[in-house]
């Protein structure tokens, strides 16, 4: 069974970077047959797809976070990771890391929230 | 790019059949596969629907999903309603560029 667990900071100061990392276990991020996503929901709202990345390394990010957001994978560890800068209040939120697979996200991690305040 | 518009609740008795509808503002609703989401509170999303009208393994046979292309709409159905099925839904596609677009979500309530 294929398991996803985010981890990282759950409070970050504005302005600075947030950080996650994905783990997945019971699958391979080197896989060719999937992409790994992130997505985030702020409280009380709605889900919004931040991006994804290849095992290759080859990424697609929301046009609207774009400037900020970069997706890595470190195949080594089975991990991959988001980094979204220059955060303020309105980057609150849970994040979630799942898996594509042909345009649906099949399995997610349980979610994390990240909370953004001085 | 584009919109998906949920609406934003809707209620239904238990036994009966609900339907949630999510339209899509510009560009062909036939043109990329729409997912559906259930999401329960405090637990992240699980598929319903994907491919339109494909039901995961697990997912009960209560669950359909369809799409309209004279309203530009997609559709989720849920028959014989149970107060399980209360939860959250998303209606999800992508656009030409292949970046995740959600709806904004339709709260079920079975009561």
């Known amino acids: 069974q294929v398991q996803l667990q985010e981890s990282g900071p759950g409070l970050v100061k504005p302005s600075e970077t947030l950080s996650l990392t994905c783990t997945v276990s019971?699958?391979?991020?080197?896989?060719?047959?999937?992409?790994w996503s992130w997505i985030r929901q702020p409280p009380g709202k709605g889900l919004e797809w931040i991006g994804y990345?290849?095992?290759?390394?080859?990424?697609n990010y929301n046009p609207s976070l774009k400037s900020r957001v970069t997706i890595s994978v470190d195949t080594s560890k089975n991990q991959f990771s988001l980094k979204l800068s220059s955060v303020t209040a309105a980057d609150t939120a849970v994040y979630y890391c799942?898996?594509?697979?042909?345009?649906?996200?099949?399995?997610w991690g349980q979610g994390t929230l990240v909370t953004v305040s001085s | 790019n584009f919109m998906l518009t949920q609406p934003h609740s809707v209620s239904e008795s238990p036994g009966k059949t609900v339907t949630i509808s999510c339209t899509r503002s510009?560009?062909?609703?036939?043109?990329?596969?729409v997912q559906w989401y259930q999401q329960r509170p405090g637990s992240a999303p699980t598929t319903v629907i994907y491919?339109?009208?494909?039901?995961p393994s697990g997912v009960p046979d209560r669950f359909s999903g369809s799409i309209d292309s004279s309203s530009n709409s997609a559709s989720l159905t849920i028959s014989g309603l149970k107060t399980e099925d209360e939860a959250d839904y998303y209606c999800?596609?992508?656009?030409?560029?292949?970046?995740?677009?959600f709806g904004g979500g339709t709260k079920l309530t079975v009561l």
């Open positions: 510009s560009g062909s609703i036939a043109s990329n596969y």
């Open positions: 019971g699958g391979s991020v080197s896989s060719g047959s999937y992409y």
């Open positions: 990345i290849y095992y290759s390394g080859s990424t």
């Open positions: 799942a898996r594509d697979y042909r345009k649906r996200l099949d399995y």
């Open positions: 491919e339109d009208n494909q039901r």
């Open positions: 999800q596609s992508y656009d030409s560029s292949n970046h995740g677009v």
